[in-house]
């Protein structure tokens, strides 16, 4: 049974920081591209960042670049995401996203394979 659990959401204060973990299960972790996205209330997922699956490739949208970091740690099948310098516009549920295609989690997120249940993550201003 494949599981993506995420973990590390919460409120902080505007300029602060998080780090998501995700820790994944039930398929080859170390052969699959991960990605994260994000859905604020009224608005479409959209994406966030994405990872190779030897981690050394990363991508992020403009909205975040320079200020989060995608890594991961295949010897624990876990993918992070490190936020820092966190705006009120960055609050959102947040989701971490598997499949064995980097240009799908880059591209066509409808077609992704595994999908966690989320994260809340709150800034306040």
């Known amino acids: 049974q494949v599981q993506l659990v995420e973990s590390g959401g919460g409120l902080v204060q505007a300029g602060g920081s998080l780090r998501l973990s995700c820790a994944a299960s039930?398929?080859?972790?170390?052969?699959?591209?991960m990605g994260w996205f994000r859905q604020a209330p009224g608005k479409e997922r959209e994406f966030v960042a994405a990872i190779s699956w030897s981690g050394d490739n990363t991508y992020y949208a403009d909205s975040v670049r320079g200020r989060f970091t995608i890594s991961r740690y295949n010897a624990r099948n876990t993918v992070y995401l490190q936020m820092n310098s966190l705006k009120p516009e960055d609050t959102a549920v947040y989701y971490c996203?598997?499949?064995?295609?980097?240009?799908?989690?880059?591209?066509?997120?409808?077609?992704?394979?595994?999908w966690g249940q989320g994260t809340q993550v709150t800034v306040s201003s």
């Open positions: 996203a598997a499949d064995d295609s980097l240009m799908v989690v880059r591209t066509a997120p409808t077609q992704i394979d595994y």
């Open positions: 039930g398929f080859t972790f170390r052969m699959y591209a």
